[in-house]
């Protein structure tokens, strides 16, 4: 802590440093809250999937219901850990947009392939194996 | 020297030196850096997914196959699995917390928060050797890969029988277990049984199987072998990795580097990396071991 008063802390970093960011004590508190509380959320989604994907068999439910819950779950997961463990949610738009829109549209495209050129692999056994 | 920087050539390019994203060069690679990667993942996870229905009863159930938990007997499916992928949720928590303890200059904060992310991602690579010997290993029983033939099924469809593989009912190797079951029934009905004569002429030309490897699988289709090793292999890459970058910002903290220069960010940035990491791994929990 000895170094914690010298200018540099305090927003007359050099040039380069000025967006590495600080934070007050209460701050600290209030982003600490925040961090707990995302993590309730992470492990009650995670325990309930593992109950989910143990007990689904027994309790007789579909089980493409069981699948899409695991999804669904799944993407609101990667939403929190994005979201507030990697700051994204309070990053400026241009960098929110800038990293989610490339990578969502890749995706699609990657599953839009998968569904639609996917009858080759069905070929591919047929001559080659 | 503020209000006074005008239009040159030195920072016409930088735009005044303002950053439109509000976020230093190194922060802004290591997302750019996170979107590729998290590309390479999006294609493992959806070749595996349109494997693992293009061969619909043949692929293994994953909790049939990852059924161990260390110092302990029985059967318990997903149970380890779980706990690992808590305990790789945790290191991320204990990570942001020391991203925060970065941000209130507080290098001891950073110190401790940072060192229980290296114990976790330490545990976490410890646990997935341990599954991937399991793997390899395999059961004591093993499971028996079928030769050339075909098999017809009761709804009189022609299967073809090579590399399909089977497995016991029980200890008593009596009767092998053949994969077609939703041909057979729903999900909750029994397999295929072989027994007798049938049983055999299918052990002449088939072959015993032990564990698996890139080629063989006593679980079921090879390919399930080549992409748990694969996906969850490069995932671990990242984790060993990620251990490394973490380890060596830590050392850095210690020699109190950032505490002169006045600012965490580094901390910051592996954080992201860490984070990335433990997204990834929530994927392929859903889509290798739930789904």
Known sequence: ?129 | MSNTATMDSKTAWGGNNESPYGASYGKLMMWFFLISDALSFTGFLSAYGFYRHYYGSLWPSAENVFTHFPFMHGHHPLLYVALMTFILIMSSVTMVLAVEAGHRMDRKGVIVWLGWTLLGGAIFLGSQAWEWYHFIHGTELGAIELGRGTFTLPNGTVEHTYGVIARWADDSKQALLLPWREIAGNITSPFIQLTGEELTKVLASGKEIFGANLTHNEYGHPLFGDFFFFITGFHGTHVFSGVILNFIIFVNVIMGTYQKRGHYEMVEKVGLYWHFVDLVWVFVFTFFYLV
């Open chain 1, 1 to 129: 802590m000895e170094h914690s008063h010298d200018n540099h802390a305090h927003g007359h970093a050099p040039e380069p440093y000025k967006y590495a960011a600080h934070h007050s004590e209460e701050e600290g508190k209030k982003t600490r809250r925040m961090i707990w509380n995302m993590f309730w959320v992470l492990l009650a989604i995670t325990t309930f999937e593992v109950t989910l994907g143990l007990v689904w068999k027994y309790l007789e439910i579909n089980w493409g219901a069981v699948k899409m819950t695991f999804i669904i779950l799944t993407v609101a997961k990667a939403y929190f850990i994005v979201a507030y463990y990697m700051h994204l949610k309070h990053e400026r738009k241009a960098l929110k947009n800038t990293i989610i829109i490339p990578f969502v549209l890749f995706a699609l495209y990657l599953l839009y392939h998968i569904f639609t050129e996917g009858v080759y692999s069905e070929m591919m056994d047929k001559y080659f194996f």
